[in-house]
């Protein structure tokens, strides 16, 4: 059972529905019946507005996850890198989903390791016209997201381990970690 939402969340779109209701009911004491539509459609958006940035700010300060012992190995056969560690949820509430982000970033041009066409990505249009002219992009960065765990209840921990294809002619790469929860 993956778990979107939890009390916190019951409680503040209840409140925010309470909004709705005030402004429909006020829509509806309006003389004026021209008013009417636009006050409903306006209490409409301004519930449907907060609702939205309430739970992205309940689920900020209720699901909080921690990476622990991160650890990457690269392998050379498989042209692979693997990622492990363990996941913990250190809040109160349970967690529907921890979401693991690796962004690797290729810094060989830092190196003295730059060829034409190592950060420009021909467009359509340049293809058109040139037939691409032998220019093979390469992509300077990879960004990849994994499920890694679901379902972790308030102190669980969980370990995980990921594999990334690693491109070949990444020199000097920096890498960038990210895990929050949904």
Known sequence: MITLFNYWHFIVLSL??????????????????KLRFPMI????????????????AVDKYTKIVKLYRLDNKRMLSSEKIMYSGIVK???????????????????GHVTGNVKAGSFFSPSGFFDFF???????????????????????KAGEAREFRV????????????????????
Do not use: C, M
């Open 16 to 33: 925010i529905f309470l909004i709705f209701l005030s402004g429909v009911y006020a829509a509806f004491k309006q003389d004026q019946s």
């Open 41 to 56: 459609i306006s209490a409409s958006l301004i519930s449907v507005l907060l609702a939205g940035f309430s739970v992205v």
């Open 89 to 107: 949820n250190e809040g109160k509430h349970e967690v529907g989903e921890v979401i693991f982000e690796i962004k690797l970033v290729n810094k």
């Open 130 to 152: 040139s037939g691409g002219a032998g220019v093979l992009y390469k992509p300077q960065q990879v960004k990849e997201e994994f499920i890694v765990a679901k379902n972790l």
């Open 163 to 182: 594999y990334l294809d690693y491109p070949p002619y990444f020199r000097s790469t920096s890498q960038f970690t990210k895990i929050y929860a949904h």
